[in-house]
């Protein structure tokens, strides 16, 4: 008798020190609203990232992403708020308008000198893709782009991965987002556009009319590796990283893969 009524009162002491522990990591750590996680993403966030560019619903691989991160720093998902941005104000030096942002940044060393980024969250490939009857529809090779015009979104590493493994005549051709590069491409003003591979799965299938994937960058096909953006020695770059790498461990991340991106796998190499 005297061990069961104790029991309960054990149970609740429990879940108390439980619920004070997860609050107290919201308030520990320096986010830019107390209690609050602000957390940025692009205009629009194209599906399978962001499911009908609403990140608030939690759907889409990124949304869903930057949601268990939130949880796994203690955040409940009314505590998130979300910011747009344009893909190179957010990693252009100087203070920042969220705590990450998250819309298909590649980690490499010359954006590390403007900004932190989380450990890697997802890997990709760069993949060049054209409609039907563009001149490079029927490119089968980099020697067959190399004579054309090939856009990207400048600063991105689909632009780095024209001017370093196709190196076209003309150049590679800047817009200043993916949604501006796949408008050249529909209208004609370039022959064919590189973006990631799951970006590339979702414009062929829907936002282009005869969509075509040629292929994945000869070079390029280990993938490039996604990280959250922060700003420059940012007091939370460490517990995101941790967060991020928890879900890795856990399993979580890879099972958002395969909800999400599950569709979104596998191309020819460009050789």
Same mark, same amino acid.
């Given at each position: ?130 409609? $039907?009857?563009? !001149?490079?529809? =029927?490119?089968?090779? *980099? /020697?067959? &782009? ?8 400048? %600063? ?86 941790? $967060?991020?790498? !928890?879900?890795? =461990?856990?399993?979580? *991340? /890879?099972? &958002? ?8 796998? %596998? ?5």
């Amino acid at each position: 008798m005297g061990l069961a009524g104790c029991a309960p009162a054990a149970t609740t002491e429990a879940e108390t020190s439980a619920a004070e522990n997860t609050e107290a990591v919201v308030e520990v750590l320096p986010t830019l609203t107390e209690g609050k996680l602000t957390i940025g993403t692009g205009l629009p966030a194209y599906e399978p990232w962001v499911v009908g560019d609403a990140p608030e619903s939690g759907e889409g691989f990124e949304a869903a992403v930057a949601y268990a991160v939130a949880e796994q720093l203690g955040f409940a998902p009314e505590d998130v708020i979300w910011v747009r941005t344009t893909f190179d104000e957010a990693i252009a030096p100087g203070a920042k308008t969220f705590d990450f942002n998250l819309q298909q940044y590649s980690i490499t060393e010359e954006r590390k000198a403007a900004i932190d980024f989380s450990s890697p969250y997802y890997y990709t490939a760069q993949t060049v893709i054209t409609v $039907a009857g563009s !001149a490079a529809a =029927e490119a089968k090779s *980099l /020697a067959d &782009l190399q004579g054309l015009l090939i856009g990207a979104a400048t %600063g991105t590493t689909s632009f780095k991965s024209i001017e370093e493994i196709i190196k076209p005549t003309a150049g590679a051709q800047a817009f200043n987002s993916n949604d501006d590069a796949k408008a050249a491409l529909a209208n004609g003003q370039v022959d064919a556009i590189v973006v990631d591979l799951p970006t590339a799965f979702y414009l062929t299938a829907v936002e282009l009319d005869g969509g075509i994937i040629l292929g994945q960058l000869e070079g390029a096909e280990a993938g490039d590796s996604f990280g959250l953006v922060l700003d420059k020695d940012s007091p939370l770059t460490e517990a995101v990283s941790a $967060a991020v790498d !928890a879900l890795r =461990e856990n399993g979580k *991340l /890879a099972e &958002l893969e395969a909800t999400w991106l599950a569709d979104y796998a %596998g191309a020819p190499v460009l050789k």
